[in-house]
């Protein structure tokens, strides 16, 4: 009997420094509905299947030790996997929202891909967001967020660790609703949204 409750308690004492060593971060405030950005409007066009459906309930990704592993590893293996392109170099387009399925394109369609994975894996797509912010030059940019139980996280094509999104250096300015794909909300103090994503 005292051999039985030694190794329960020893089992619950690897499950909480388990716990406690998953990172922690905030999550972002988000407040009214703002402008949807014209390239995932254009993207839901070409791609009714991925943005077609009702409004839903928001829902966080549990993080857990496999789904961090699954996050570290799908950000740094399409990073490797996509060159670098500019929309106008690949599209001959200012903007325009796709998957990189010739291996090229810029921020938001790795963003794009590392949403689709990550949903394959069965990760809730109300916390896997598509979100655009500025860089410290001002130049808009898009990242995904992975919203989950231990705060904002971000998988960005430029940086292969996914990072605590008060970490990045950015400016967030808004990203998809929990609730539904296709609204979109603004991300702290107002700010001037940049007209499209340049990397």
Same mark, same amino acid.
């Given at each position: 009997?005292?051999?039985?409750?030694?190794?329960?308690?020893?089992?619950?004492?690897?499950?909480?420094?388990?716990?406690? =060593?998953? *990172?922690?971060?905030?999550?972002?405030?988000? +407040? =009214?509905?703002?402008?949807?950005?014209? !390239?995932?409007?254009?993207?839901?066009?070409?791609?009714?299947?991925?943005?077609? &459906?009702?409004? #839903?309930? =928001? @829902?966080?990704?549990?993080?857990?030790? @496999?789904?961090?592993?699954?996050?570290?590893?799908?950000?740094?293996?399409?990073?490797?996997?996509?060159?670098?392109?500019?929309?106008?170099?690949?599209? +001959?387009?200012?903007?325009?929202?796709?998957?990189?399925?010739? !291996?090229?394109?810029?921020?938001?369609?790795?963003?794009?891909?590392? @949403?689709?994975?990550?949903?394959?894996?069965?990760? *809730? =797509?109300?916390?896997?967001?598509? #979100?655009?912010?500025?860089?410290?030059? &001002?130049? &808009?940019?898009?990242?995904? #967020?992975? @919203?989950?139980?231990? +705060?904002?996280?971000?998988?960005?094509?430029?940086?292969?660790?996914?990072?605590?999104?008060?970490?990045? +250096?950015?400016?967030?300015?808004?990203?998809?609703?929990?609730?539904?794909?296709? #609204?979109?909300?603004?991300? &702290?103090? *107002?700010?001037?949204?940049?007209?499209?994503?340049?990397?």
């Amino acid at each position: 009997m005292r051999l039985v409750c030694l190794a329960t308690a020893l089992t619950m004492w690897a499950g909480a420094a388990a716990a406690e =060593a998953l *990172p922690r971060a905030s999550h972002a405030a988000t +407040g =009214a509905e703002t402008s949807v950005p014209y !390239g995932w409007v254009d993207f839901c066009q070409r791609y009714k299947g991925e943005c077609d &459906g009702p409004a #839903t309930f =928001a @829902r966080d990704l549990r993080l857990t030790a @496999r789904s961090l592993r699954d996050l570290s590893r799908v950000n740094a293996r399409v990073n490797a996997a996509v060159e670098a392109v500019s929309d106008q170099e690949h599209w +001959g387009l200012i903007d325009q929202w796709d998957y990189p399925a010739d !291996g090229r394109g810029d921020c938001e369609d790795v963003a794009l891909l590392k @949403r689709r994975m990550l949903i394959r894996l069965g990760y *809730p =797509a109300q916390a896997l967001l598509m #979100t655009v912010v500025k860089d410290k030059n &001002g130049d &808009g940019h898009a990242v995904l #967020t992975a @919203r989950t139980d231990h +705060g904002d996280f971000v998988l960005d094509n430029l940086d292969d660790t996914v990072r605590d999104w008060r970490a990045t +250096g950015y400016r967030f300015v808004k990203r998809q609703s929990q609730a539904d794909a296709n #609204t979109w909300v603004a991300i &702290g103090a *107002p700010t001037t949204a940049p007209a499209y994503v340049s990397r």
